[in-house]
């Protein structure tokens, strides 16, 4: 799949495109069994992939891990919506890209490992 907004990534799911106020992207996969929503930030805001990465983890009570290829991931549970989101760091030409795929919890041992996968084909402009 390639989106609008500049990302791709390789999955064997079916994904529907939903409107979003809070996300530059939004879309809802195996209808409605998991979602992936993606956000832009401008690469002028932040000194590095590396800052960036830090600081998005962080505002989730996570940590993010530095993959061999130099991207970033991280995982965390929201308690409140109830979902598990595995995250993934990069950098394009012109923004950071935060790529987040989730379910809810009930889900994540049939979706979590995939998380990890797909998030590794995650390439961005």
């Not at 799911?13 to 979003?20: D, N």
């Not at 809070?22 to 929503?37: S, V």
Request: proline content about 2%; overall charge negative.
């Amino acid at each position: 799949y390639t989106f609008d907004v500049g990302f791709s990534v390789t999955m064997k799911a079916t994904l529907a495109e939903q409107e979003s106020q809070m996300n530059d992207f939004y879309a809802l996969g195996n209808d409605g069994e998991f979602a992936i929503i993606c956000n832009l930030e401008p690469l002028a805001d932040y000194e590095s992939l590396d800052e960036y990465a830090k600081l998005a983890a962080e505002s989730n009570n996570a940590t993010a891990e530095k993959a061999a290829d130099g991207n970033y991931f991280f995982s965390y549970i929201n308690d409140e919506q109830g979902y598990h989101f595995y995250t993934a760091v990069r950098q394009g030409a012109e923004n950071f890209y935060r790529v987040a795929f989730y379910c809810p919890l009930d889900n994540w041992s049939f979706y979590g490992d995939d998380f990890a996968q797909w998030a590794e084909t995650v390439t961005v402009q």
